[in-house]
């Protein structure tokens, strides 16, 4: 098995690392209009506005699309193959593209309730996300 993948923690993507190494979940949200986004960039979609700070959200959502990855594109991936990846739609009404595990092709459905847990990779904690209770 390959040694997984470890992200770069870029200046600008410090303060998401670093709320992950707490246990917490972060998205930007635009200190104009409010509204919450991720992936992180640096203008608003809404307003265009290039003023935003980062904050925490619950972590709980649904699975909002799904496939099924078949092909191996990095061998650390190659026993996992194949893997479910996924957009959760969170409550708070961002969407992150993202690994659900402990989900199987009979229990992954649209909608399916999940909630966010971190993995450690190295020095880096990763969110992750898995199937919850309802």
Not at 14 to 26: W, Y
């Amino acid at each position: 098995m390959a040694d997984p993948i470890i992200p770069v923690v870029t200046p600008e993507l410090e303060p998401f690392f670093a709320a992950a190494r707490e246990g917490r979940l972060v998205v930007q949200r635009c200190l104009s209009c409010g509204q919450l986004r991720f992936p992180a960039r640096n203008l608003c979609s809404d307003c265009l506005s290039t003023d935003s700070e980062w904050t925490s959200v619950c972590g709980r959502g649904a699975v909002y699309s799904f496939f099924w990855m078949h092909q191996v594109y990095h061998p650390a991936f190659a026993d996992e193959v194949p893997y479910p990846v996924v957009v959760v739609e969170l409550e708070e009404g961002p969407r992150m593209t993202t690994n659900l595990q402990g989900c199987t092709r009979d229990t992954l459905h649209v909608g399916l309730p999940v909630e966010v847990f971190f993995e450690q990779r190295g020095d880096v904690r990763l969110p992750q996300f898995r199937p919850r209770a309802v």
